[in-house]
């Protein structure tokens, strides 16, 4: 069985995104039209394009071509849009933007999505699952609009979304954006971008082009934001006020992407969920990495080609190697670290919304590893070390029994990993944001426990999905048959709140009085929750 180190990080980084302007097809400014007012004049369909039958569904014109979407309730939904090149074209290199094309465009299903690393997802996820063809021709995203009118200047909202930097997709089920468009009067998008070995490997040895190896992943996001600048006003949206949100690795590349020069303008709001991206990985670190995967590739004997290797080899190379990709330092996209020693210059004007789960590590490590619900005082501290590293294990293990007497073992493993590796971090970046003066910090701490399989999973890693986007109906498997539609209704509406005005509707976060929303069935502002944990956590390293 694999150590509780690896499958933590494993479970963390690998479980659980100028020039002529849009116009409508209409002569003046962008609309939905039907397709009988347009067919003629772009000399019919192409394979692979909008069918004839399709007359009256809605379509917008983007600065590479015509796109065809579908009506989804009081939203309309795009789906698959490219916003770049095929990748593997440009491996390891940025890529560009896509190629033009003639006609309508059917953008009314998801595009492939980039290949993925196997971790594997525990039960609770089961609901969300939507696998889609993978393929380095995954460089597309998907808006979701309550209407196409260019007056509408509607805030848009750019989700990035979860796995790491290694697996997950825009096609999860819960990342359906129709129903916070239409409620929360903005415009979502959801990005496939780059992933694994294809996104990170860092391999500047093989020329100047590949300089950037270590942030293809990262210059993917990019190009997306720079697609919605671009594009998103023939869409009902406003260019000039876009939140990028994201959780788990969705928070930390939101985290990246706010130290990434390149990004800055493109986004106006961050919010970051469950991950807090502190630190990149060094050249040095990444060097030993790619060397790792190398030792990893079946090439019979030789140095393989990692160029022309087959993606799903490369891939699975990287899976026997153990390797997480994290963005790399490499003094060019990412010219330092996110939040270390401190906030990056450049977020100064960016408000950021920022928090975690109550018990992140019950699902993200749990269940990856349910015998971790046996634990025993006696093998707790060897479970518990290697989580921690720096830790004084036995002072922790004693003072969280002192608090509450009544626990498990497996409840003070779960406590202690989940405060010292995520809330702790959370902590670190809003204290350190606040500290660079500039736009406000808020925290929450989501605190709802689900019924599902008894309430043993409680507020595990990922439980706010449902409530975020709204989502209640696709989200079973990790909320239960009966949510609280009422903390689903506040939770989204202040994220939509935040993403509108720049503020989710409770103090901002000062590290004298740390007011913090805690989401519950009777959700309230608490000063300094848990302040004997964050004591207790205060002198480790957050990195």
Not at 18 to 29: D, E, K, P
Not at 369 to 376: A, H, K, Q, V, Y
Not at 406 to 434: C, L, N, P, S, W
Request: charged letters at 20%.
């Amino acid at each position: 069985m694999p150590s509780p180190t690896s499958l933590s990080r494993r479970a963390a980084l690998g479980g659980l995104a100028t020039g002529l302007s849009s116009v409508g097809l209409s002569s003046v400014g962008l609309s939905s039209v039907g397709l009988s007012s347009v067919g003629l004049a772009f000399g019919g369909l192409a394979s692979g394009r909008a069918a004839a039958a399709d007359l009256g569904a809605p379509v917008v014109a983007t600065r590479h071509g015509q796109v065809l979407g579908r009506r989804a309730g009081a939203a309309t939904v795009f789906q698959g849009i490219p916003y770049g090149a095929d990748t593997a074209l440009r491996r390891f290199m940025p890529s560009g933007p896509p190629p033009a094309w003639d006609g309508v465009r059917d953008a009314r299903a998801f595009g492939p999505i980039a290949p993925q690393m196997r971790p594997g997802r525990p039960s609770i996820y089961s609901s969300w699952a939507n696998p889609q063809p993978e393929s380095e021709d995954c460089l597309n995203l998907n808006v979701y609009t309550p209407g196409l009118d260019a007056s509408g200047r509607r805030p848009v909202m750019v989700w990035f979304h979860g796995g790491g930097f290694v697996s997950g997709s825009s096609a999860l089920r819960y990342a359906d954006g129709a129903r916070l468009a239409a409620k929360g009067e903005v415009v979502v998008v959801t990005v496939n971008h780059r992933l694994g070995a294809l996104g990170y490997l860092f391999v500047p040895e093989l020329g100047a082009a590949y300089a950037d190896s270590g942030n293809a992943g990262t210059s993917d996001m990019i190009l997306a934001l720079e697609w919605v600048r671009d594009n998103i006003s023939g869409f009902g949206g406003d260019p000039a006020n876009v939140t990028i949100f994201g959780q788990s690795g969705g928070g930390a590349k939101v985290s990246t992407l706010m130290a990434a020069p390149r990004a800055r303008g493109l986004f106006h709001k961050a919010i970051v969920q469950s991950s807090s991206n502190i630190r990149g990985t060094t050249p040095a670190e990444a060097r030993g990495q790619t060397e790792r995967v190398l030792a990893a590739v079946d090439a019979g004997g030789g140095r393989p080609d990692v160029r022309t290797l087959p993606f799903g080899d490369l891939s699975a190379a990287a899976d026997r190697a153990g390797v997480l990709f994290n963005p790399v330092v490499d003094g060019r996209t990412l010219p330092r670290h996110p939040f270390e020693p401190d906030a990056p210059p450049g977020s100064e004007d960016v408000p950021l919304l920022i928090g975690t789960t109550k018990d992140e590590t019950v699902g993200l490590i749990g269940g990856f590893d349910t015998s971790l619900f046996d634990l025993t005082w006696a093998t707790l501290p060897s479970h518990l070390g290697p989580l921690l590293p720096g830790a004084d294990v036995t002072k922790i293990v004693a003072d969280l029994r002192r608090r509450a007497p009544d626990a498990t073992a497996a409840d003070v493993f779960f406590r202690a990993t989940t405060e010292g590796q995520y809330r702790r971090r959370a902590i670190a970046q809003a204290e350190r944001k606040v500290a660079q003066g500039g736009a406000p910090v808020f925290m929450y701490l989501f605190a709802w426990e689900t019924p599902v399989d008894g309430g043993r999973w409680k507020s595990s890693h990922s439980i706010e999905h449902g409530f975020v986007f709204d989502n209640l109906d696709v989200s079973a498997s990790m909320v239960g048959a009966d949510p609280p539609q009422a903390l689903a209704d506040a939770v989204s509406s202040a994220w939509v709140r935040f993403a509108r005005s720049g503020s989710p509707g409770w103090p901002a976060f000062d590290p004298a009085t740390r007011e913090t929303m805690i989401f519950d069935t009777a959700s309230k502002v608490v000063s300094d929750p848990g302040r004997a944990d964050r004591l207790l956590f205060a002198g480790l390293s957050p990195e």
